[in-house]
């Protein structure tokens, strides 16, 4: 349902971004968060936005390193990543909720769908 690409290998200080293609989705009230698991933790909300919310929200991990965005016309979604430390190294994920769910877009068990994940990792 959801693809995410634009992992890979990069040195702290470096940046990628990521994408995340929604164009299956017909829907145009949703919420969108990006996600990240790095081994032996636990999910953690990175950053997300809901439609009609103000301001999208950023874990204080990447609070300023870190934007979401999204592409309306394409369908798509971004979360541009600069500055990456080797603590930012995990595998991130999408998702999508079919629902505007607001300030709520940063807990895992509001999404209905998920993407398979790409793994980005931060060498020192």
């Known amino acids: 349902q959801l693809q995410a690409s634009g992992g890979g290998l990069v040195q702290a200080g470096g940046s990628l971004r990521l994408t995340c293609v929604i164009s299956r989705f017909t829907f145009y009230e949703y919420a969108i968060g990006w996600f990240r698991q790095a081994p032996g933790k636990e999910r953690e909300g990175v950053s997300c936005?809901?439609?009609?919310?103000?301001?999208?929200y950023y874990a204080d991990s990447v609070e300023g390193r870190f934007t979401i965005s999204n592409d309306n016309a394409k369908k798509m979604v971004y979360l541009q990543m600069n500055n990456l430390k080797p603590e930012d190294t995990a595998v991130y994920y999408c998702?999508?909720?079919?629902?505007?769910?607001?300030?709520?877009?940063?807990?895992?068990?509001?999404?209905?769908?998920w993407g398979q994940g790409t793994l980005v990792t931060v060498s020192s």
């Open positions: 936005f809901s439609t009609g919310d103000g301001s999208p």
């Open positions: 998702a999508a909720a079919i629902v505007p769910v607001g300030s709520r877009c940063r807990y895992a068990h509001e999404y209905d769908y």
